[in-house]
């Protein structure tokens, strides 16, 4: 049903791909298989196959081949077209909705949803030379998300408080930022990101202890439901020492407070 004819932008600035495959990531993407399979159905069966999950907050970026990304925003919007014909909307004389399909799509699968995609941002890490463990606080990070229930935007802010060990590695402080929009470009459960995000952090620098604290507007409150215009989430993670050691707990949390 979708006679229009959608333009493949094979030049947009795709985000950071660190793809260490050989193929050309710009060869033209196809919307489909040679057998006319969906290119969502090919890669669901490639998950499947490894037996892994795809829910909402998960990477797929492994599943995903050079040059795939671009069929996938083709097949969305050709799905988004439908909702919007559902949705009683003249997509055709209405000037303002004419590419709102394609537009939508671009953004859920290259921009705010991005991070279900792409491969994780190459962390460097270093040693620590100076035998750093004193309390390290980094934040406040801009957090944009969507909830996963309702893809309705989740903005907020996250503090990161590490206490590495004299042997953990580091990374650097930008690597903190990188890393927490890569978890929270997907559609998320705020419980289920912080958690996510302390599991990779312990995972990468090994420290004594990591404590998250995120605060957050949920536009699912606010736009909809109880149109509640404050309600926010503040939730945390304590990891290691944060939750074995009230005093480094207390000093963590008073120095956010400071903020
Ligand atoms: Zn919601």
């Keep these: 049903m979708p006679t229009k004819k959608i333009p493949t932008k094979t030049a947009s600035k795709a985000p950071s791909k660190k793809s260490t495959s050989v193929t050309p990531a710009k060869k033209a993407a ?26 909402a907050n998960d990477n797929i970026a492994q599943f995903i081949q050079p ?6 925003v083709d097949e969305v919007a050709e799905k988004m077209q439908a909702v919007l014909e559902s949705l009683v909307i003249d997509t055709e004389s209405d000037h303002n909705t004419k590419n709102t399909s394609q537009r939508v799509a671009k953004m859920f699968v290259k921009e ?17 030379v100076s035998r750093l463990n004193e309390l390290m606080i980094i934040g406040p990070i801009t957090v944009r998300s969507a909830c996963s229930h309702h ?18 590695a580091l990374i650097g402080l930008s690597k903190y ?14 419980e289920e990101a912080v958690v996510e995000l302390a599991d990779m952090l312990e995972k990468k620098i090994k420290p004594v202890g990591v404590a998250i604290v995120m605060d957050a507007d949920h536009f699912c409150m606010q736009w909809r439901g109880v149109k509640d215009r404050d309600s926010k989430m503040v939730n945390s993670v304590m990891r290691g020492a944060f939750l074995k050691d009230s005093n480094l707990r207390r000093e963590f949390l008073s120095l956010l407070d400071k903020r």
Aim: charged content about 25%; glycine content about 8%; hydrophobic content about 35%.
């Design 151 to 168: 893809l309705c935007p989740i903005m907020g802010r996250i503090w990161i408080g590490v206490l590495p060990s004299k042997e953990s």
């Design 30 to 55: 196809p919307k489909k298989s040679d057998s006319g399979t969906p290119l969502s159905v090919v890669i669901r069966r490639r998950i499947l196959a490894q037996k892994a999950r795809f829910h």
């Design 177 to 190: 930022s990188r890393l927490t929009e890569w978890v929270m470009c997907r559609p998320q459960i705020q």
């Design 112 to 128: 705010v949803f991005n991070g279900r995609y792409v491969e994780q941002p190459t962390l460097t890490k270093f040693p620590n």
């Design 67 to 72: 040059g795939e990304l671009e069929g996938l």
